[in-house]
């Protein structure tokens, strides 16, 4: 059972070890503070299916990429668990709803999305 759970995914989140320091969202009253802080800084809101192994690929390969800790500030949503979080943020944001995806937001607005095999941390350094 477990070589199954490991291949075809086990609920996934971010590990402990991860070098990403994450904050999670949760509410969707956290989205006005995502928008505010992306004045100060960009945002990015990491979408990730918890089951899904291309989205846990996806994840793992940002986590060991990033290298921004001080110049952007890192969400993460739980797209099984909260799912009307990720259909505001494509309302609000005017972004097609992905899994797994990397939204960035800049000055109140999405300023960059990717998808799949596209997410790609370095992309960040183009924002700050």
Same mark, same amino acid.
């Given at each position: 059972?477990?070589?199954?759970k490991?291949?075809?995914?086990?609920d996934?989140?971010?590990?402990?070890?991860?070098?990403?320091?994450?904050n999670?969202?949760?509410?969707?009253?956290? $989205?006005?503070?995502?928008?505010?802080?992306?004045?100060?800084?960009?945002?990015v809101?990491?979408k990730?299916?918890?089951?899904?192994i291309?989205?846990?690929?996806?994840?793992?390969?940002?986590?060991?990429?990033?290298d921004l800790?001080?110049?952007?500030?890192p969400?993460? $949503?739980?797209?099984?668990?909260?799912?009307?979080i990720?259909?505001?943020?494509a309302?609000?944001f005017?972004?097609?709803?992905q899994?797994?995806?990397m939204?960035? $937001?800049?000055?109140?607005f999405?300023?960059?999305d990717?998808?799949?095999d596209?997410?790609?941390?370095?992309d960040?350094k183009?924002?700050?």
């Open positions: 059972m477990s070589f199954f490991s291949f075809f995914g086990n996934e989140k971010p590990s402990e070890a991860s070098k990403v320091q994450w999670y969202l949760t509410e969707i009253d956290q $989205l006005s503070t995502l928008e505010e802080e992306s004045k100060e800084q960009p945002v809101i990491f990730h299916s918890t089951r899904c291309i989205s846990r690929t996806a994840l793992k390969q940002f986590e060991n990429q990033f800790h001080e110049k952007v500030k969400y993460f $949503l739980d797209l099984l668990e909260y799912r009307p990720s259909n505001e943020i309302v609000r005017n972004v097609m709803h899994s797994p995806q939204i960035v $937001l800049k000055d109140g999405s300023v960059y990717a998808s799949h596209a997410i790609d941390a370095e960040l183009k924002f700050v």
